[in-house]
């Protein structure tokens, strides 16, 4: 059975005979669990408020209090909790009030090894499933955009086609984009959709720690590696260890760290800030900037070799102003958010505030748009955002974006001309395209001030008569 047990499964054992005890907990750490044996209700009570247990074990009669009453304790701190009875007092009542209770299972003393081992599978095999079905939704609202990445407009539903080819590999992938436009989203979508999903995912900002510590930091240090070094210390590519190692804004690595950098990802190894020997470690890698590492190279701030050895597989986060389809539905999703935490009873956007947020140019991307929504629900004094709420639209951006009713005629426009010119200007043939009746077809004409002859290059042809009103 030891086979099937989950590494770091953690097991509660409560019973009041200590010989009992003894043997159980010799058992179940022999089928490869962690146990904390205690022998009453107030003991175990404590350590299940300083430890998630994955399930807990409890004699029915524990001195001077009743099992059953320690149960609806610990399922009261951890609601998920299968907790498994034990009794030498097994009744028929006694049964079914504990599993009225909510427990998972009931055993009479005395039961031997099988059955034991039986009951705490069993149990755990319905928290294990629990567990995963957790994960999956959360890999899902990751990956299809229901929590943190939105994905309607059409270069995000072709990056996230890109994310699912690549994360079920072990491949080096490169992730560039500006600032805010959530590429450390991007990168842990990829992780938890990958063979590593249940190893860690860590991350480092190269970027934000100091030029003397990145060492240290990324590949750890030996005791008395250096002033200061008076313990040893695990870097975070030891860290990531059978996970992924997300290396953010790597292009403000100093020069000195990239060698080492670049033989981690070569050999697979790496080596302690004062240590002798190197070490071997099984990470997968995402790197991350804003930065134009090619120029970077030309440059010579950024080594060559590197740059290449990062960018196996190359994606592009595209900035917002790109994928403007995706702005109402991320505003929304943190105006919710912003509301909870302001315990404001803020509904949307009124109309014109959501065409202003379309018209903005997001210099800062979807961290500026969750800004400036927290700000105007803080600020809000009704339950929908107003425009003035939000920043004036440049003068720019006005000309770049029209209101909704003189796009869709400038367009109508548009189409019905190449539809007389596809046609030939035959208004049956025209009608048929455009899958019109021809009067309808003639209405939509004198709407936009067309004629039948209006094709580009194409002769004029004979005009037909109008047909009657049906």
Known sequence: MKGATMEGERILLVDDDEGLLHLLKIRLTAMGFAITACTDADAALADARRVAYDMAITDLRLGGRDGLALMEELRHLHPELPVLILTAHGSIPNAVEAMQKGACGYLTKPFDDKEFAVHVEKA??????????????????????????????????ELLQQVARVADTDATTSLAGETGTGKEVIARVIHCNSRRARGPFVAINCGAIPENLIESELFGHVKGAFTGAQHAKRGLFQSAEHGTLFLDEIGETPLAVQVKLLRALQEREVQEVGG??????????????????AQAVKEGTFREDLFYRIQVVPITVPPLRERRDDIPTLAQHFLRQSAGRSNKDVRGFLPDAMHQLMLQPWPGNVRELENVVEKAVIMATQNMITADLLPAVPASSEDQLKPLTEARGEFEQRYLKEVLQAAGGNISRAAQIAGRYRADFYKLLRKHSLHPGDTKGAPEPEPEPEPSEP
């Open 124 to 157: 755990l095999a319905q928290r294990r499933m629990s567990r995963e079905i957790q994960r999956l939704k959360l890999l899902v609202k990751e990956l299809y955009g229901l929590e943190n990445v939105v994905a309607r407009s059409p270069s995000m539903q």
């Open 276 to 293: 002798l020997h190197p070490t071997k470690v099984d990470v997968r890698i995402i790197t991350a900037t804003n930065r134009d590492l």
